[in-house]
Nanobody, 113 residues
Framework: VKFVESGGGLVQPGGSLRLSCQPE????????IGWYRQVQGKQRELVAA???????DYIDSVKDRFTISRDRDSLTVYLQMESLKSEDTAVYYC????????WGQGTQVTVSS
């Protein structure tokens, strides 16, 4: 199973980014999907999750700033990130929730002035 993440980049504090994840069709249809992030030297953490029917959940530090969504037409899971902070800097990955498959390459998000 392959996950393809995109949309990362360098943004100033307070800025916005939208990440995209395109899992395989069967994975998109059958599994809950999560966005995870990892800071070098630290464990990967689940940031946001969306169920197959669109229910969402977030860790406290990103609530009211991040929005996860899934688009059935394009088979894409998005993570809209607003009011970014330096502590959001990490490599962001998507996978099922709970994760079951190999990790993709991720997409780097750097929040810095």
């Amino acid at each position: 199973v392959k996950f393809v993440e995109s949309g990362g980049g360098l943004v100033q504090p307070g800025g916005s980014l939208r990440l995209s994840c395109q899992p395989e069709r069967e994975v998109f249809s059958r599994y809950h999907i999560g966005w995870y992030r990892q800071v070098q030297g630290k464990q990967r953490e689940l940031v946001a999750a969306v169920t197959t029917v669109g229910n969402t959940d977030y860790i406290d530090s990103v609530k009211d700033r991040f929005t996860i969504s899934r688009d059935r037409d394009s088979l894409t899971v998005y993570l809209q990130m607003e009011s970014l902070k330096s502590e959001d800097t990490a490599v962001y990955y998507c996978n099922t929730n709970p994760y079951m498959f190999d990790w993709g390459q991720g997409t780097q998000v750097t929040v810095s002035s």
